[in-house]
């Protein structure tokens, strides 16, 4: 429905965009003005500030909460790292339980050595603290008393509490009021320690309310990235705006360092859910430090597969070309004392983690797991929740997955100039094979759910195949008839399939999935967007058999930060860093829609009023405006 009435006019600039898009967030944070000056150059071994960061938030997130399955397999920091300054000859050796960096006055012109030989050490700033031993800059928040004992801070946040009390008091945390008032065993830990004038928790917790007991007053102290020119999406339809919203600042509480799962549970990064949260990022951020270190901790598991899930090892490869789309190859991620350009670096880890993933591709171009069990004691495929996916069936969306991770290494080696490419490419060329002589049924037109099965009735094989350009830009009918959603059970997957119905012409009924999916999270109200829909009849928080097991801060579930510019306006980068771009609008039922996309060029504003589009793009940016609908119904 559309709702112009409530915003009569239609922004004309960047800035008026921004600031009418904060009505609809419900982030609680002031736009600026908080966090300390973070400038002391440290220097770290390459790949050494991420793994020292993943290890500390890991840590962190089993130590806070009750309930957490995330595989062990994650990479460790070294235990010892070298640093020299070949041209003065000055020579640092860190010790045994201390952190594997050091700080400098001049940065410049430094080598580190974790073991593997001596290379560029890469800068980081921070303060006297090194910068993985610090958390986003720290914004005070006074919850509102809502009832006697309970309060609120008006949106979910990841932080601590203070509270002002002559003795210890009784401290419940909760994502949502029902959390927060459960005497069930709580999925947070809410230990005090005494500090200058009360006490504090002795943990960051990810939460919205809190109940104390024995309290005269309480702040929240929590964290959170500031963001000097985000983006923002607008429409004439209220709803929209909400959900754009909301999913935006999911994505912003989300940023903790690396891109986690949620802030209550789990606080860690995982694979699957960068390769989408790439995607929001991108729309509403811009943070390419956040996802470039977040792939960089996650692509050197200590063994086996990353988050112990095959596909997951899949989408790490996937999502270092969509950081190419999305954030370019031209700019060094970080100072020049970084070492290689972005390109060069992430080829190289691209073609040494594929090693990872060769062995158990077989002569037939068919990717086999090993049993190397996964985070919950599973199988190594997880594809999404209820996805049935033995060890011992070959599953044909795990394969379509194999083929777009193949083509999208072959893609990023083949333009970095790197010999792996030929590999890449040779390996792609059999899997695909195999996948169209086993896994497509021509006679139905249509994917089936296993390699030379005869159901075909899975959605996955189906979004999947359209988002891996495996229909080219002309999707079959059958194709797209066979995204069902309703068979879609996760956010995570739910993202995805609506990006393949618009990708297959069905923009309407994507877009009407978005209001449908999300909105009913938004009467429950929330803050933030879960972990999981809510199901009739079924507690809204209720999750792995527990009353509250379900996280309402999930990085996974924020996909409409990106689906509502790329459907609405129809906003498409077709080439690296957003240097080409795609407008092609479908406003449908709203009167208006406009965008302020944060590209490595600058803001990127796209208006659609009516039949009128207008694009304003910063140099280094070319506009392709098609004004024909991508919509079949």
């Known amino acids: 429905m559309s709702e112009h009435s409530q915003r009569p006019t239609v922004p004309g600039t960047a800035t008026e965009i921004r600031q009418r898009a904060q009505d609809f967030s419900p982030a609680p944070f002031p736009e600026q003005g908080y966090g300390e000056s973070r400038g002391v150059p440290w220097l770290y071994a390459e790949g050494e500030y991420e793994r020292l960061l993943m290890h500390r938030l890991v840590t962190e997130g089993f130590a806070a909460n009750t309930n957490v399955h995330y595989a062990e397999n994650y990479a460790r920091p070294a235990q010892a790292v070298r640093f020299r300054h070949p041209a003065s000859g000055a020579l640092h050796q860190t010790e045994p339980g201390d952190p594997t960096a050091l700080r400098v006055e001049d940065e410049h012109g430094w080598e580190a050595d974790a073991g593997s030989g001596w290379s560029p050490a890469h800068v980081r700033r921070g303060t006297d603290i090194p910068p993985h031993l610090l958390d986003e800059p720290t914004a005070a928040i006074e919850p509102q008393q809502i009832a006697p004992g309970l309060f609120d801070v008006g949106a979910e946040v990841l932080g601590h509490v203070f509270c002002r009390a002559d003795r210890r008091p009784v401290l419940r945390t909760g994502e949502s009021r029902d959390e927060a008032l459960s005497d069930a065993p709580p999925e947070s830990r809410h230990d005090l320690v005494a500090v200058e004038g009360g006490w504090r928790s002795a943990h960051r917790l990810g939460f919205r309310y809190l109940r104390l007991k024995g309290v005269e007053q309480a702040r929240v102290e929590a964290n959170v990235r500031p963001v000097a020119t985000p983006g923002a999406f607008l429409c004439s339809d209220a709803t929209l705006s909400t959900i754009w919203g909301t999913a935006a600042y999911t994505t912003r509480l989300c940023q903790q360092g690396l891109s986690l799962d949620g802030v209550k549970r789990d606080r860690m990064p995982w694979a699957g859910d960068q390769a989408l949260g790439l995607l929001t990022n991108a729309f509403t951020l811009a943070d390419v430090r956040s996802a470039a270190d977040t792939l960089t901790a996650l692509g050197s598991p200590v063994e086996g597969y990353v988050n112990g899930l095959a596909d997951y090892s899949l989408w790490w490869v996937i999502a270092q070309q969509e950081m190419r789309t999305y954030f370019g190859d031209g700019s060094r991620v970080g100072p020049a004392t970084d070492g290689l350009p972005g390109l060069a670096r992430r080829a190289s880890a691209v073609d040494e983690f594929l090693d990872r993933i060769f062995p158990d591709i077989g002569e037939d171009g068919v990717l086999r797991p090993r049993g190397l069990g996964s985070f919950a004691g599973g199988g190594p495929v997880l594809i ?250």
Do not use: N
């Open 384 to 633: 999404d929740w209820g996805v049935d996916a033995r060890v011992d069936e070959e599953l044909t969306a795990l394969q379509v997955l194999l083929v777009w991770a193949l083509a999208a290494a072959t893609r990023l080696l083949t333009d970095a100039d790197h010999p792996g490419a030929s590999r890449s490419s040779a390996l792609h060329d059999r899997a695909l094979v195999s996948l169209w002589e086993r896994g497509w049924d021509d006679g139905v037109g249509a994917w089936r759910t296993h390699l030379g099965g005869a159901d075909t009735d899975s959605p996955y094989p189906h979004l999947l195949a359209v988002l891996a350009g495996l229909h080219g830009e002309s999707v079959p009918t059958t194709v797209a008839d066979s995204i069902d959603l309703s068979q879609v059970r996760t956010p995570f997957m739910t993202g995805f399939a609506l990006r393949a119905l618009h990708r297959s012409g069905r923009s309407l009924e994507a877009l009407d999935g978005v209001r449908s999916r999300w909105k009913p999270m938004l009467d429950m109200g929330a803050s933030t967007f879960w972990e999981e829909f809510p199901h009739d009849g079924e507690s809204p928080f209720e999750m792995y058999g527990r009353p509250f097991g379900k996280s309402l801060c999930h990085g996974w579930g924020a996909a409409p930060a990106a689906l509502l510019p790329e459907i609405v306006l129809g906003l498409r980068p077709l080439d690296s860093g957003w240097s080409t771009v795609e407008v092609r609008p479908l406003l449908a039922d709203l009167d208006w829609a406009a965008a302020v996309v944060p590209t490595p060029h600058g803001g990127l504003v796209v208006i659609a009023d009516g039949p009128e589009i207008r694009a304003d793009a910063p140099d280094g940016i070319r506009v392709i405006v098609r004004e024909d609908s991508p919509a079949a119904e």
